[in-house]
């Protein structure tokens, strides 16, 4: 078998289990984007520099782009569609990016989000200089930077009280 072989991997995302086929060097990215329709994770540069691709993997945050689809077999992969719950109510970092204004093309932003969910788990939101040095993997070509760091602050805060 060549790499270029489909063969058929299975995904667990978001509490639901994904079925695809694809050649065993698809990229977790690729496979969330193309293959399984879950385009809410984007890709800005494909060479792990943007910070666009951020997911969850068993509640770490890492780059899709980074990530070959095989190795995230059989562990928890959170994407930006699985935040809010399922009753529809959003994240509170999800609410904190909109109250704060913490976006403008929102190409960035699920990357921003789910960076932002483990920078405050990881509790690296202590201070606005922590955030901003632990939010420094996310690019942010709008200039968000000020109002992204305010909805950490404030998503932090709410977590903790
Ligand atoms: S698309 Fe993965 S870091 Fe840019
Ligand atoms: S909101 Fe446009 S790149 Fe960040």
């Known amino acids: 078998m060549t790499s270029k072989t489909p063969t058929p991997i299975q995904l667990q995302i978001n509490g639901h289990r994904h079925e695809l086929e694809a050649e065993p060097r698809v990229t977790l990215l690729d496979a969330l984007r193309d293959h399984l329709g879950l385009t809410g994770t984007k890709k800005g540069c494909d060479q792990g520099q943007c910070g666009a691709c951020t997911v969850h993997i068993d509640g770490q945050r890492v780059l899709a782009c980074l990530t070959l689809a095989a190795q995230a077999e059989g562990r928890a992969i959170t ?4 935040l809010a719950g399922e009753d529809g109510a959003l994240h509170a970092v999800q609410a904190a990016f909109l109250e704060q204004d913490a976006f403008q093309c929102g190409y960035c932003t699920p990357g921003q989000i789910m960076s932002a969910v483990a920078c405050i788990r990881e509790g690296h939101a202590g201070s606005d200089e922590e955030i901003r040095e632990y939010m420094a993997g996310n690019l942010c070509r709008c200039g968000a930077y000020p109002h992204i760091v305010a909805a950490v602050r404030q998503a932090a805060v709410e977590a903790t009280s």
């Open 79 to 82: 994407t930006i569609e699985g």
